[in-house]
């Protein structure tokens, strides 16, 4: 679905300059002719936008893959999820606690508490 998005955004976004590269003869002949003048240049830009879109493209493999093997891993030690409680601040965990132990429910084997937070770090190094 990704890489649909993706293609279709690269096609909206370079026909613009299709279209000028057909009507305008004069700026595709300029264009041209800087290649043909400074082809090493030419080489090294193309060269670096490749290796930029590998660079990027083998990112955003490595960290979907990751993200899949944590939520498996998660799934395998954990088991299946049916409930989620959530709870806003950290005074919230003692009371969502209670309410989940006092509550008679059918068919659950047992429950994880599970405390996430998150903070921002200020300081002269950030």
Known sequence: MTVLVAGAASAAL???FLYGAVTRPDLRALVLRNMLRRSGQAALVVSGIAIATAIVTSANVA??????SVRRSVDAQLGPVDEELIGVGLRSGPALESALTHARLDGVADALPLL????TVRGRDF
């Open 14 to 16: 370079s026909l613009p």
């Open 63 to 68: 960290g979907d893959s990751l993200r899949a």
């Open 116 to 119: 996430s937070s998150t903070a």
